[in-house]
């Protein structure tokens, strides 16, 4: 490509970004839509399969926990909406293929995917057990190459989708005694960036894809989490507020979105701030949370 082209079309894309933050978006319908979403038993896959219950999907539920599922699905149908529960052991790839089957043979083909389902363990890297390390990455890593594996191919028949993972900001910033963790969710980062740069080259734009990186949740995974005074207005969210959000990204086909907006530099700031500068931003929020005395601190979906 001539030089001055592309010189050319960066700006003009750069132009189109800047304009199409000011444009309205509207949302799109998720009405008849097959959405499953994984870690649905409590938390924020819990609020994300209400609020698409809500807008008229027929929501899948995957967890481990049978009954925590099966509460979800009742709320989902009390309300008015269609649920179907699955009990799912997302560390287990053949379980996940097998379920994933199930579904397609009793409900039809998932056409949005929210892969949620996560474990946290909090504790040094020494401390941490192989055991331990291995299942962070089983659920929050390879979990979702194999749904995605399992539920792609019938959205590329059809060029229409949807994708959508939960990270976290620790997905572009690290945080100390959450080694296992926060290198998970750099690899969905990772994982989602890739996965739409290959279906755009495939010429599979219809299928959209949505990466959610939010700060510290209330979810019970992080042990007791207390910010310090300096946190600039930071707070520790919600699963209601995180869901809500996470669901008008799906649906105004965003690609990423950073929560709160009060963190959207931080990518920004990691490739031009230098180390140091980044260091005592971070220290000034003063996040603090347990460690169990012997061993790592282990939450589960």
């Avoid at 592309?6 to 949302?27: C, D, G, M, S, Y």
């Avoid at 920004?268 to 230098?274: G, M």
């Amino acid at each position: 490509m001539n030089i001055f082209i592309l010189i050319a079309k960066i700006f003009w894309t750069i132009l189109e970004a800047f304009v199409l933050n000011f444009v309205p978006v509207k949302r799109k319908s998720v009405r008849g839509e097959v959405v499953l979403v994984t870690g649905a038993a409590h938390g924020v896959g819990r609020c994300l399969a209400l609020e698409f219950g809500r807008l008229g999907a027929t929501v899948v539920l995957w967890d481990i926990n049978r009954d925590g599922n099966e509460t979800t699905a009742e709320q989902i149908r009390e309300e008015g909406g269609t649920a179907r529960a699955y009990q799912c052991d997302c560390s287990k790839r053949e379980e996940i293929q097998r379920v994933a089957q199930q579904v397609k043979e009793e409900v039809g083909d998932v056409t949005i995917l929210f892969n949620n389902a996560g474990v946290m363990t909090t504790g040094s890297v020494l401390d941490l057990t192989d055991d331990q390390i291995e299942r962070t990455f089983q659920v929050n890593v390879l979990a979702h190459f194999w749904t995605i594996r399992a539920f792609l191919p019938g959205m590329m028949t059809r060029n229409q989708g949807h994708i959508a993972a939960l990270a976290s900001i620790a997905g572009y910033n690290g945080s100390p005694y959450m080694v296992d963790y926060s290198s998970s969710k750099h690899a969905v980062v990772g994982l989602m960036d890739t996965l739409l740069k290959e279906l755009e080259l495939q010429g599979k734009d219809g299928i959209k894809t949505t990466t959610v990186c939010p700060f510290f949740i209330d979810t019970g995974f992080c042990p007791n989490p207390k910010l310090g005074s300096t946190t600039g207005g930071l707070r520790i969210l919600s699963p209601e507020e995180v869901a809500l959000e996470a669901v008008d990204a799906v649906l105004k086909n965003k690609r990423r979105i950073i929560l709160p907006p009060e963190l959207r530099s931080v990518p920004l700031n990691i490739q031009l701030l230098p180390y140091k500068t980044q260091t005592l931003m971070q220290n000034s929020v003063n996040i603090s949370f347990d460690l169990m005395q012997s061993g790592a601190h282990n939450k589960t979906d």
